[in-house]
């Protein structure tokens, strides 16, 4: 056995009953010799990974593994949350759902929901599309400023389609409507015949921000079911921006969006 799985099987002995260990207890719990779990136990001290007790001979998770499993968990809560209302919503309205990240200047779906209509859309986990010409890479920009969406393109981009931004101004003044609706929209952009609606938001902690999405076939959204789809997405990001503290959080402007076609 190696000492790295060994050094695994100590730290799985800790639990929500069982805050620190001794010799002893690895003797009991894993079979170990009084020797090894000894030195084992001193080493994984002298490499950070667990502190002694006081002045006792107790040993306990150190302050690294706790900053690491807090960095964990809430990494992993901001994607979990985000997916839990995107699922909501798209088994509740029944068009596909996306959790999306932004990697430079593409995004990346990371969870999806498929649609339960006959026309639906489907696009692959991992699948990568332009940032500018999306509504997904568009409410992720928007958290940017916009010298740092200008160090992005400094050779500019090509619009794959009629209704995607021509350039960086015209991006630009899309993201600064984002920032004021709370919601970013896009038709026949990066993916053909489909439109979109999302919403960002981010946890400070951890710096990770992510996209919640709705997409649909381009002409079967009628205005109240957008708006509905808008409302209850911008409402679920609400809630996680709150859990999360998220000041760059923008909120959804409802005049704004009972308004835009």
């Known amino acids: 056995m190696s000492i790295l799985s060994s050094a695994v099987d100590v730290l799985r002995c800790f639990s929500s009953t069982r805050h620190d260990v001794t010799v002893t207890d690895l003797v009991t719990l894993l079979g170990m010799p009084k020797s090894n779990a000894s030195r084992l136990l001193r080493a994984m001290r002298d490499e950070g990974l667990l502190e002694t007790v006081g002045e006792s001979k107790r040993y306990r998770p150190s302050l690294l593994l706790n900053q690491v499993g807090h960095l964990y968990r809430f990494a992993a809560s901001l994607i979990d949350r985000a997916d839990a209302v995107v ?142 789809i808008i409302r209850s997405l911008g409402e679920g990001a609400a809630e996680i921006a709150n859990l999360t503290k998220d000041k760059r959080f923008h909120p959804l402007n409802l005049a704004i969006a009972e308004t835009a076609p």
């Open 87 to 228: 699922g909501t919503i798209s088994d509740r309205i029944g068009h596909t759902g996306y959790v999306s990240v932004r990697r430079g200047t593409e995004i990346v779906a990371v969870t999806a929901h498929p649609g339960r209509h006959a026309l639906r859309v489907v696009t692959s986990i991992g699948d990568r599309i332009p940032a500018f010409a999306s509504s997904t890479g568009r409410v992720l920009l928007a958290r940017l400023p916009d010298d740092q969406v200008r160090a992005l393109y400094p050779a500019g981009f090509s619009a794959p389609s009629e209704t995607a931004p021509r350039d960086i101004e015209d991006l630009l003044d899309r993201l600064a409507r984002v920032r004021g609706e709370g919601f970013a929209e896009s038709r026949d952009e990066a993916v053909r015949g489909v439109r979109a609606l999302s919403v960002a938001v981010g946890d400070p902690t951890t710096g990770d921000e992510v996209a919640l999405c709705l997409s649909f076939p381009a002409a079967t959204v009628e205005p109240a079911e957008r708006l509905s």
